[in-house]
């Protein structure tokens, strides 16, 4: 197969599974293109293999014999032949290695170029290169600190506190927060012992602290032709442990000034690596309004929904047109944003008990609809949930004509939502929404720290609307046989019977 002319893209191998793979499978679909799906052994009866035209288990549970087992998704394009692989996030998203099998295999990557894979993914070439193309960064150090009085003179320069970052991380692994001098030595060995046993890369770099920031990101799309455009930023502050919770465009406290600025950043850093299709460039928004380069994400993120719903473009759909080398097909200038859109994340984890995942059996599973509300899940009843993988189980988005809209609609939709099963923060999820501090739109990265810090539910909610679910699932008990006239078929709450809660 020729690499600089593969067969036109008509199969799409979906190298994921979960939410993404049932997203990327629908947009496949509006192309009229063949999803295909991989699964794992614990993933037979997963919902994005019902998505799919064909699916194909690549191996075990673990998803390093699995969905990381790059010889068996191969194997699978070319036993379904498939034309290109879509990754999603996660997994081999952004691996270039990875990539470039694809592409040598004589499929097509959809997604940007192992260049740019590369160079993004270690996180000290990232500064360099778009330092040249005049990016701001956080001041740091421009090299890795193997030698420590090297690191104690660099560190005392930057001024305390600063932050000892793995040149081969992101996402705050191999990450130590050192306040002064005294604590410099400990920290740059656990974080270059972390980074060693994550990444099997032990080079770490130093950073000025940014004290209370907010994350912000800007998502930028480009074609093989020379077209890259913006689409606005996402707020994402309000995470724990790195995992974010709840994502916003556009950011609360967003002018049209630093978001011209940010945007152009962001396409200044994605030129340097001469990006094509979906990617994410990460800033720090600080206290004062000055926002750093973090570093950049060559994926589509879980976040993308968001910017869909303000922007009307379906980003995977872009991502599979431009990867067939298509143009974009519009410019900057054809671009506006309407309204706000928020999206909060469902976890199957439990947030009274330090938020330990709580894999197994969904019983029962009644999603949110209406105005302005989106759903991306992979959720079915009586399907289990595995513990091998993330626990997320669904996002949860609302579209409005402003903030408040938006966000009284997604309290909505949660009230709405409906599980029975797993343990989930669902009901954490509607006190993140409905507390003071987020409808004022202070939401930096302290959040959660700050206003909900030992969260307990309140009411019993949750378990009426469990209970709710459990009804409207059981089949009614069949009458005196033959066809029943579904105007005498009993309510939920008759069928409750004993269940009922006190004061619902
Ligand atoms: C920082 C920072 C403060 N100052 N860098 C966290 C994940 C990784 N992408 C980088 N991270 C941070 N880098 C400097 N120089 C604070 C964080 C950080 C953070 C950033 C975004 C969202 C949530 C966060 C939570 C803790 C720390």
Wanted: contains cysteine; glycine residues 10%.
């Amino acid at each position: 197969m020729n690499r600089l002319h593969p067969r036109p893209v008509q199969r799409v191998l979906i190298a994921n599974r979960g939410e993404i793979a049932v997203r990327i499978a629908r947009g496949c679909r509006a192309l009229g293109l063949s999803p295909i799906a991989i699964y794992s052994e614990a993933d037979r009866q997963a919902p994005h293999v019902l998505a799919a035209d064909a699916a194909v288990c690549v191996g075990p549970a673990a998803a390093r014999e699995s969905y990381l087992d790059a010889e068996a998704i191969l194997a699978a394009a070319r036993a379904t032949h498939a034309d290109a692989v879509h990754p999603g996030y996660g997994f081999f998203s952004e691996n270039a290695g990875f990539a470039e099998a694809v592409t040598r295999a004589g499929l097509t990557w959809i997604g940007p170029s192992p260049h740019a894979i590369a160079t993004m993914g270690d996180k000290l070439g990232a500064r360099a290169t778009v330092a040249k193309a005049g990016v701001p960064l956080v001041p740091g150090t421009e090299i890795a600190v193997g030698d420590t009085n090297v690191a104690a003179r660099s560190a005392r320069e930057l001024g305390y506190p600063i932050l000892v970052k793995a040149a081969a991380g992101g996402g705050g692994k191999g990450m130590r927060t050192v306040a002064s001098e005294s604590e410099l030595l400990d920290a740059l060995a656990a974080a270059t012992r972390e980074a060693t046993a994550a990444f099997c890369d032990g080079r770490v770099y130093l950073e000025k602290l940014v004290t209370r920031p907010r994350h912000v990101e800007v998502q930028v799309l480009g074609d093989t032709h020379g077209t890259l455009v913006h689409l606005g930023e996402r707020e994402c502050s309000i995470q724990r442990r790195h995992q974010k919770i709840v994502e916003e465009t556009p950011c609360p406290i967003m002018t049209e000034t630093l978001r011209a600025h940010m945007t152009e950043a962001a396409l200044a850093a994605a030129r340097a690596v001469d990006y094509v299709s979906a990617g994410t460039v990460e800033f720090l928004l600080d206290e004062n309004g000055r926002f750093y380069f973090l570093e950049m994400n060559t994926r589509l993120q879980v976040e993308h929904p968001v910017t869909e719903l303000v922007w009307g473009i379906d980003l995977v759909v872009a991502q599979l047109r431009v990867a067939a080398g298509e143009r974009l097909g519009f410019a900057q200038a054809d671009l506006r944003p309407r309204g706000h859109a928020i999206e909060v994340r469902l976890y199957a984890e439990d947030p009274q008990h330090n938020f330990l995942p709580s894999a197994g059996m969904v019983y029962a599973w009644g999603e949110p609809s209406g105005p302005g509300v989106r759903v991306d899940a992979a959720v079915r009843a009586g399907v289990s949930v595995p513990v091998e993988y993330d626990p997320m189980l669904a996002k949860i988005s609302a579209w409005g004509a402003d903030r408040a809209q938006a966000t009284a609609r997604l309290a909505g939709a949660l009230s709405e939502t409906t599980i029975l099963g797993p343990t989930t923060n669902l009901a954490f999820l509607r006190d993140v929404l409905a507390h003071p501090a987020f409808a004022a739109g202070r939401t930096n990265t302290g959040f959660l720290a700050d206003h909900l810090p030992a969260w307990h539910p309140t009411g019993a909610l949750d378990l009426a609307a469990a209970v709710a679910a459990l009804a409207t699932t059981r089949p009614a008990a069949p009458r005196g046989g033959g066809d029943r006239d579904p105007r005498c078929e009993p309510t939920p709450w008759e069928t409750l019977g004993r269940w009922r809660l006190a004061g619902t």
